[in-house]
């Protein structure tokens, strides 16, 4: 059975990423590494290590995204956990016979990752991301 490795990112949308990376990283200290567009999912995200882990300042770049509508109806926040496992198609395959809603049924693939997310309801609240690192 697949198996949940550690916490990836916790990602926090911001509605400016040039603000967000005012006290994350000038404030708080945390090494900024780059910023990505990724227009699968409409946003643009600003990547931060602390430690093994990441922080990730997430900006909607489209008025019609999940992410958008979450910042329109809660403003800025925590949005998403992010864990990574080292099976994801597996890991999916086993929580949809478990009945767990899910979002993606099938993971998608980024420069590097494979990823899908959980759905809130099935998690107590939160969007769970999960990932598993391709090195591709
Ligand atoms: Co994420």
Known sequence: M???TKVNHVAIVVSDIEQGLNFW???LGLHFDHVEDVPSQKVEVAFLHVGESHVELVKPTTDDSGTAKFLAEKGPGIHHLC???DDI???????KQKGVRLIDETARELPGR?????HPKATGGVLLELYQLTGK
């Open 83 to 85: 864990i990574e496992v």
């Open 25 to 27: 990283r000038d404030q």
């Open 89 to 95: 198609d597996s890991m999916l395959a086993d929580l």
């Open 114 to 118: 494979k990823m899908a997310f959980i």
């Open 2 to 4: 697949a198996k949940a």
